[in-house]
């Protein structure tokens, strides 16, 4: 396992439309996060999973995010009605739980988002 | 609302030269992490400190921690070229414990030869 796997890595996408974007965590992890980067900022959290359970969301994630981790395994993140808003790098990161950690969260390589 | 700052924003440096990266969190916290990111790259994990006075090095990084003064450091060592990156430290704040991080704006640090 090579680490955290997201696609695609690029998307440009038309306001209005809809996108989805796939993260593959790393296989032992059963927690995964998503969060959102925009030029010049830190990573602002979105949503959190343990296992397929979507425990945590963001006042930032509106109506028009949903995430889902089906079986526990990877993730999907769908933004319904883009919006040049929109526009940043998707980062999904994964953890183990009840492990104290050497390192923090592993983030994957990210989406870039941009909505013309 | 968990805040986190650092400072300074933008550092330019040169080769050799030694130098400190700060980071305030405005609230209690289990633990506090440092992350580099290089331009158009996802997050790599540096550091986590888990305790007060808990203190990690690696190469010529060396991150501290003071939970009463809700201060962590970055400190530098006879920078090198290589070094340059965007350094951004996060907060896992007690009540969100294990779920979610809070990112300062991050240091962006040049090192000139």
């Known amino acids: 396992d090579t680490g955290v796997s997201q696609d695609p890595r690029h998307k440009i996408t038309k306001r209005g439309q809809n996108v989805t974007f796939r993260c593959d965590p790393i296989s032992e992890h059963n927690r995964l996060y998503w969060y959102r980067q925009t030029l010049g900022q830190g990573p602002e959290f979105l949503t959190y999973f343990q296992n397929e359970a979507q425990l945590e969301k963001s006042r930032l994630l509106s109506d028009r995010f949903s995430a889902e981790r089906p079986k526990g395994s990877f993730s999907t993140l769908e933004i319904q009605r883009t919006e040049q808003g929109d526009s940043a790098m998707y980062l999904c990161a994964s953890s183990s739980l009840g492990r104290v950690p050497m390192r923090g969260a592993f983030f994957g390589q990210g989406t870039r988002l941009t909505v013309v | 609302e968990l805040k986190v700052e650092q400072n300074p924003l933008f550092l330019s440096m040169q080769e050799g030269k030694n130098y400190t990266i700060y980071c305030n969190y405005s609230?209690?916290?289990?633990?506090l992490y440092w992350y580099r990111q290089d331009p158009g790259k996802s997050l790599e994990s540096l550091f986590v400190?888990?305790?007060?006075?808990a203190v990690k090095q690696e190469g010529r990084l060396m991150a501290s921690l003071d939970t009463k003064a809700r201060l962590s450091t970055l400190h530098i060592t006879a920078a090198v070229h290589d070094l340059s990156a965007t350094y951004f430290c996060?907060?896992?704040?007690?009540?969100?414990?294990?779920?979610?991080?809070?990112f300062g704006e991050g240091t962006q640090l040049t090192v000139n030869p």
């Open positions: 996060a907060v896992d704040g007690e009540e969100t414990s294990g779920s979610r991080l809070t």
């Open positions: 609230t209690t916290s289990d633990r």
């Open positions: 400190l888990l305790s007060n006075g």
